[in-house]
């Protein structure tokens, strides 16, 4: 299989680098290096659990199965190769050809055992290695933080973000698909009219970059004897805009690669995304670092640290009262919701917020003049691309939390005064 090409590689886990990296650095083989891969892919679904869901048993079986997570192991070892921390080798090209490559083992060039090396030793420095190594392997990665403005302009100066208008207006059921499709594109080029969404284009271009993509997508369901359905319609039609306002803003970028793309710098603390930031419906995209230089001069500077936190914590009452005011008065809210409203407010990721609200709890931000509630019941459905707050508890287990209530200070030592 070639290894060539500088497209994102898929990868829905960018993590999956060190564990295949430092699996090579110890002579694993292939087969080897799959289960090692399916054994991460287990603890972070088992962290993840929130809800009782998790199930050992499917991943024993993955374990098992040596036609599973080939993709994932083949995509990560060409991505080494490509990154030149591994020497070159022939990988399956298919699932059924996996069991030929079972034995086979890999060896670190000179600068992959160097970056084994560091990621072992020193983690946060190793992924900001693997960013300066992404960003010269990869013109896209290095296009998508220029867009969402992490490159040369610090969160919070200029424009920061790239904000993509998505309509999803409850009428979208009674609407046949055309009428649908043009209410969409009569939405999004309202809304770049208007300005500040990180990109521009005229009405027409966007009418035709949304309507050519839907077409195509419909010639082939329709060459599959098939025909989509309302939401594969919608999906569709957000694909086609999102594609289109990349590339209006300078970046050249498919749908798969674009979440790839959101996920990796979310876990690497450059950027952050929400479907639920105030304002117009819109998928929002924001930096959460600045970045200067290349390669091992990259510079990160991320919005993290004891500063940006309490900057979080004394926008949260305003924010929360903003949100409340547009809920027919409940008590409380769900917290993704709340996240998602402080976070682009604020330009800070939303592990950040989370660990903004924990020390807040602990007492360890002093002087706020709030007081932060928390409670684990559920306030409607949570959204696919949310989580609700996780807090460990003395004796180390995970205690969910799904809504918050957030009050001046003195209204509850009013309370406790009676």
């Known amino acids: ?62 374990r098992e199965d040596s036609r599973k997570h080939v993709h994932n192991t083949v995509e990560v070892l060409k991505e080494l190769m490509r990154l030149g921390w591994v020497e070159k080798h022939i990988l399956p090209s298919t699932r059924k050809s996996a069991y030929a490559h079972a034995k086979v083992t890999f060896s670190l060039t000179e600068a992959g055992q160097e970056w084994a090396d560091l990621v072992g030793g020193d983690r946060l420095a190793g992924y900001n290695a693997l960013t300066a190594a992404l960003l010269d392997a990869h013109p896209q990665f290095a296009g998508y933080l220029q867009v969402v403005g992490a490159k040369g302009a610090r969160p919070g100066r200029g424009p920061g973000h790239l904000t993509v208008p998505l309509l999803r207006s409850d009428s979208g059921a009674r609407l046949s698909h055309e009428q649908f499709l043009g209410e969409f594109v009569e939405y999004a080029a309202t809304a770049a009219q208007q300005g500040n969404l990180g990109w521009t284009a005229s009405r027409a271009a966007i009418d035709a970059g949304v309507r050519g993509y839907v077409t195509q997508a419909e010639q082939r369901w329709q060459a599959r004897e098939r025909v989509m359905n309302r939401k594969q319609f919608m999906l569709t039609c957000e694909e086609a805009i999102v594609r289109f306002a990349f ?8 749908y798969i690669s674009h979440e790839l793309l959101r996920r990796w710098t979310r876990f690497l603390g450059l950027a952050n995304f929400s479907y639920y ?67 682009w407010r604020q330009r ?55 809504v918050i209530r957030v009050v001046p200070a003195h209204m509850d030592d009013e309370k406790e005064s009676r």
């Open 1 to 62: 299989m070639s290894v060539g090409g500088a497209g994102i590689p898929r990868l829905q886990d960018l993590a999956y680098v060190e564990v295949a990296a430092l699996g090579v650095a110890g002579g694993y083989t292939f087969e080897q290096i799959r289960c090692a891969l399916v054994n991460w892919a287990a603890a972070v679904s088992r962290e993840g659990d929130t809800d009782g869901s998790f199930d050992e048993r499917k991943w024993d079986r993955a």
């Open 277 to 343: 930031a105030p304002g117009p419906s819109a998928l929002r995209f924001w930096a959460t670092a600045d970045l200067a230089g290349r390669g091992k001069s990259l510079e990160i500077r991320r919005a993290v640290g004891p500063q940006a936190r309490r900057s979080a914590l004394e926008a949260l009452l305003k924010v929360w009262q903003e949100q409340r005011a547009d809920t027919a008065g409940d008590m409380y809210l769900p917290i993704w919701k709340v996240r998602a409203a402080v976070s």
């Open 247 to 254: 590339q209006a803003a300078g970046c050249r970028l498919d």
């Open 348 to 402: 800070i990721s939303d592990d950040e917020f989370d660990a903004a609200i924990v020390e807040a709890l602990a007492g360890d931000h002093t002087g706020l003049g709030l007081r932060i509630h928390l409670d684990q019941a559920s306030n409607g459905a949570t959204p696919a691309s949310t989580r609700p707050l996780v807090i460990a508890t003395q004796g180390g287990l995970p205690r969910v939390f799904n």
